[in-house]
Nanobody, 125 residues
Framework: QVQLVESGGGWVQAGGSLRLSCAAS????????MGWFRQAPGKEREFVAG????????YYADSVKGRFTISRDNAANTVYLQMNSLKPEDTAVYYC??????????????????WGQGTQVTVSS
């Protein structure tokens, strides 16, 4: 069993920054590729960013490229999402997820078998 706990969400004005953290227990983060997703009210869950097991490869949705950075600290069993230049359209609940060992690709929620409870990010204009 894997537990993922997100933290770091909150309220920020447009142009501001937040750093989300995802702490894992039960299975080491180093054994899984990890992803961040978000879901706004009335919308489907969408891919934000992904990182390979070792951290050498990262992937981003076009909407956040150049503004968000995903990273991981395998020794601390934690994954991060640094969010800069935030926009009101970034407002959503943000989830971290651990990818299935047998899955490939980062952008499909179905490729992930464990999810955190989510953390709210609100960006005001």
């Amino acid at each position: 069993q894997v537990q993922l706990v997100e933290s770091g969400g909150g309220w920020v004005q447009a142009g501001g920054s937040l750093r989300l953290s995802c702490a894992a227990s039960g299975r080491t983060v180093s054994s899984s590729a990890m992803g961040w997703f978000r879901q706004a009210p009335g919308k489907e869950r969408e891919f934000v960013a992904g990182v390979s097991r070792g951290g050498a490869t990262t992937y981003y949705a076009d909407s956040v490229k150049g503004r968000f950075t995903i990273s991981r600290d395998n020794a601390a069993n934690t994954v991060y999402l640094q969010m800069n230049s935030l926009k009101p359209e970034d407002t959503a609940v943000y989830y971290c997820a651990a990818r299935r060992p047998t899955s490939w690709g980062y952008n499909l929620p179905a490729n992930y078998d464990y999810w955190g409870q989510g953390t709210q990010v609100t960006v005001s204009s």
